[in-house]
């Protein structure tokens, strides 16, 4: 039996590998730092992570959260997951959007590869079951996504909680 996080790395937008040519292991890397930081408790899981562009995430944000804007990273839980022995546990996809994701790097004056870092860590987390709808959960969620950015050498305080249009 296979352990930890599969991770597919799918990339819609070309610029993501012009920016970044490692972009993908990058996304497999910052996502199994925030599998093994929620420390969940699931075996065995797998997550599809897509870069993609900021008209591919407006329409998503405006099929699936109501919002005619892109915004920078999406988590889509997988539905009905059902732990069969032997199988991995579908958590779901995370997309996460270039030219979003780049003119807020740009605007915190951060790497995008620290930023991307975030996002994919963000969306794993809330594929995981973490949010921050209140304070509490908040401060919980920030603290895994702390523990999983220094585990990979981003610097915490040059990056900022991703603004995926969730109230706080």
């Known amino acids: ?21 490692g972009a993908q292991d990058l996304c497999k890397g910052a996502a199994q730092a925030a599998f093994v930081a929620a420390a969940s408790g699931i075996a065995w899981a797998e997550a599809s992570l897509m870069l993609t562009d900021d008209t591919m995430m407006r329409d998503l944000n405006r ?26 546990i579908m958590l779901g996809d995370v997309v996460v959007a270039y030219e979003t994701a780049a003119a807020e790097a740009a605007h915190l004056r951060t790497a995008l590869a620290d930023h991307l870092s975030h996002l994919i860590v963000h969306g794993i987390l809330h594929l995981l079951g973490h949010d921050h709808e209140s304070d509490a959960d908040a401060e919980r969620m920030e603290g895994l996504e702390s523990r999983a950015l220094a585990s990979l050498g981003v610097e915490i305080e040059t990056v900022t909680v991703p603004d995926d249009g969730e109230e706080r």
Not at 16 to 21: E, F, K, M, N, R
Request: net charge negative; hydrophobic share 40%; glycine share 6%.
């Open 1 to 21: 039996m296979t352990t930890g996080l599969d991770v597919a790395v799918s990339v819609s937008c070309p610029a993501w590998i012009t920016a970044l040519p």
């Open 63 to 88: 099929t699936y959260r109501d919002q005619d804007k892109p915004t920078n990273v999406l988590a889509f839980p997988g539905l009905d997951n059902v732990d069969v022995p032997g199988t991995p």
